[in-house]
């Protein structure tokens, strides 16, 4: 039986409104990986914001070590040997590495020693990293190895990480698993948080599950089975998305030859992308964030042009085109990025459901809004979707992110595309409302609109797509049927290893 | 040229030193703003009221020592207002900005009212025995008041301790990414009403030296633009304090000239003279700034701690 490291008791924080964490009561063992588990705004970020000291319950208390902890901030916790890799990285895209692990660290080195060491960590966990590089340049995978070994080189005690897997490719999640077990063999504690069951069914000794703010439950994930575990979450039984058996149409989206040169400093350039994709299919594109999903879903929305031939839709060209055209000739597209792409924050869900569907749905007339029959329209998305809200006049920045998102997605399903592009139709989405979009854009390949569904969720991609591809840099792979496919054979389509080898010796 | 042939070199470069001082000062303070990521556009505001404050403490109290040091209260007392608004009731940083500026300028009006057509006490020159009597670079660099030497000091501190310094690392982040910073423990706010004191400071400074030394007298409006200038020039010198000083002394420079030339009789009408300086500053640093420099990511942007 190893120590009890970090104990929880009876920890409560309101928020004007809502109780975030109330009453919650855990213990983590040294040399633990224990996981939190929840479905959004079930409090678990700002569960572990209180152990990381970045927020200050109401009440209840925590010990640390067999002392009482009450960190009034970060580096208090930092001091005690917490320490935390976020999962929007907090990291300065200007910066080199060397810097950004100095500003995480309470009293660094100068700055040519701590690169030295910085090498020394990277080297004994197998994160080979160039102390000098700017953050900006570095890919997803190599992000995160600058945040784990800024937490590493103050030898913390408890490590906590917020979804780590959620923008690495198969064989860098392995990578970080080693690094993870390497740690836990040394004694030190992982607090891991991540929506993806089955890997916390590999990794985890221990589970926390809450719902509503309050721990509802343990359990040994390895003992436990995904949907048991989902089904914890989220207190009651759900569908799994079912797949009916259909026919393939015609082809409904050829692209051929398509090449856009990169926007800006940070973007990337389509080259010479081809696939087809035919009524009643869905086609999955994996790869690692930044390898230009992004830049290929303006291209099929209109927000970029192309050369007229590069895009056809039923053999039109449209590369021309711009979106309202696209729009009107039934190409849709869901944009990830939720909040300022594709919805207007500070706009009702009603105009922001004006803003796509105005010409599809027939929402003017003479250039004035029929507001009686949007409001309808956007009723209808929000039962249709189980959309949680006061109401359509609610600003879409009220919505959590899984409810916006079921929003975004349902606002084009129920425009009865012929075409459906989405981007991340499930990122940062719990597991219910994941399985309800994955099972709306089914039903949709089902009626025979073709959709092309970009992800970084493989499990995803595996569970709705029919064919399979993946960007790296830019490139699009061979497209295979997904179920002729393995993990390794995806995972070499989506870029190989990404430099990710574990270090030698 | 014969025109040229009228223009002692020697006196041309020492009063370039003396015009782009102002600008100099008030750039690298509003350098420094920036970096922390806040956009304060209210430096003609902040420098016109260190022109007055500066100007009033000196023509009463006899020292000119004692005005500088006013004029950097009133520039700071003036960017904590700026602060307060930016910082605390998370106003717009371009509308409070803009607001400051018309703020400013009024208020100097207003406490400038009894000081018209004074004249400050002198401020003294610096004359040291074997420098100063080097021929040419003796008048160009070793004759100046030691305000002169200030903003050049000035400038390598800002450059070093932004590049080498603890602190200086931390107001980059707090600039770069304040999400981030918060969520590694630094106090954005505290940082940023620093650094925006810092810049009132330094604008007050500027302010100062127009009223104090170059021109020396007070008149309403008497910035006339070179806040805006300091602000431009932060811009295109790409947040770099080497680059602000180039673009300064080019503007000292052009200012300089120009006037050189319209007192020499230049067939040019004086108003394209006049635009001269701020034209060429303009289009020399935005050919500069072609590189691959990028402004503060959290520049202009509202911070919400989240508690």
Known sequence: ?505 | MMLFGSIDPALLLASLMVASTPILLAALGELVVERAGVLNLGVEGMMITGAICGFAMAVNSGSPALGFVAAAAGGAGLALLFALLTQFALANQVASGLALTLFGLGLSALLGQGYVGLKPPATIRLNIPLLSDIPFLGRVLFSHDLMVYLGLVLVALVWAVLKYSRAGLILRAVGENHEAAHALGYKVVRIRVLAILFGGACAGLGGAYISLIRVPQWTEGMTAGAGWIALALVVFASWKAGRVLLGAWLFGGVTVLQLNLQAAGLAIPVEYLSMSPYLITILVLVIMARDKSRAPGSLGRVFYATQ
């Open chain 1, 1 to 505: 039986m190893t120590e009890e490291l970090l104990a929880v008791r009876g920890l409560t924080k309101a928020y004007p409104g809502v109780l975030a964490n109330d009453r919650v009561t855990f213990a983590i063992h040294e040399g633990e990986v224990h996981a939190l588990l929840g479905e959004n705004g079930a409090g678990k970020s700002t569960l572990v914001k209180m152990i990381y000291g970045l927020v200050k319950p109401d009440s209840g208390e925590m010990t640390f070590r067999g002392a009482p902890y009450e960190p009034p901030e970060p580096r208090a916790a930092r001091n005690a040997g917490v320490a935390m890799v976020f999962q929007h990285f907090s990291l300065f895209d200007a910066m080199s590495v060397a810097e950004n692990v100095a500003l995480g660290m309470e009293n660094p080195p100068a700055l040519r020693d701590l690169a030295s060491r910085i090498r020394e960590v990277s080297e004994t966990y197998g994160l080979p990293l160039d102390p000098q590089r700017t953050v900006g340049d570095l890919s997803a995978g190599e992000r995160q190895r600058v945040e784990i070994i800024r937490c590493l080189l103050q030898e913390p005690r408890l490590l906590i990480m917020d979804e780590p897997t959620s923008v690495l490719t198969p064989q860098e999640v392995d990578i970080l698993f080693q690094t993870l077990r390497r740690l836990t063999s040394e004694g030190v504690a992982i607090l891991y948080i991540s929506h993806k069951l089955e890997e916390i069914r590999t990794l985890c000794d221990h589970a926390t599950i809450l719902r509503q703010g309050k721990n509802v439950g343990s359990c040994v994930p390895r003992e436990t089975s995904a949907r048991e575990m989902a089904e914890l979450m989220v207190g009651a039984a759900f569908a799994s998305p079912r797949r009916a058996g259909r026919d393939m149409g015609p082809v409904a989206l050829d692209v051929t030859g398509l090449s856009v040169a990169a926007p800006g400093h940070f973007g990337t350039s389509l080259r010479n992308i081809h696939f087809a994709v035919r009524q009643g299919e869905v086609l999955g594109l994996g790869g690692v964030a930044g390898n230009g999903q992004d830049e290929l879903l303006a291209a099929l929305s209109g927000e970029f042009r192309v050369d007229a031939e590069a895009i056809r839709l039923h053999g039109k060209p449209i590369g021309l085109l711009g979106p309202a055209e696209r729009r009107a000739m039934g190409l849709l597209t869901a944009p990830e990025e939720r909040l300022g792409h594709a919805a207007a924050p500070d706009m009702s869900l009603t105009e922001n459901a004006i803003l796509t569907a105005a010409t599809r749905e027939k929402l003017t007339r003479h250039g004035f809004l029929k507001w009686g029959e949007a409001e309808d329209f956007t009723r209808r998305i929000i039962t249709r979707f189980d959309v949680r809200t006061p109401g359509p006049g609610t600003a879409a920045r009220a919505l959590s992110g899984g409810n916006l998102q079921k929003f975004v997605i349902g606002r084009e399903v129920l425009q009865r595309p012929e075409v459906l592009v989405v981007n991340q139709p499930t990122w940062g989405v719990d597991a219910a409302a994941a399985a309800a979009i994955r099972q709306a854009l089914l039903d949709l390949a089902a009626n025979g609109t073709a959709v092309i569904c970009i992800s970084q969720d493989l499990d995803e991609l595996m569970e709705i797509s029919d064919r399979f591809g993946a960007l790296n840099e830019g490139r699009l792979s061979e497209v295979r049927g997904t179920r002729s496919l393995s993990v390794e054979e995806i995972g070499l389509m989506m870029g190989g290893a990404h430099g990710m080898e574990v270090a030698h010796g």
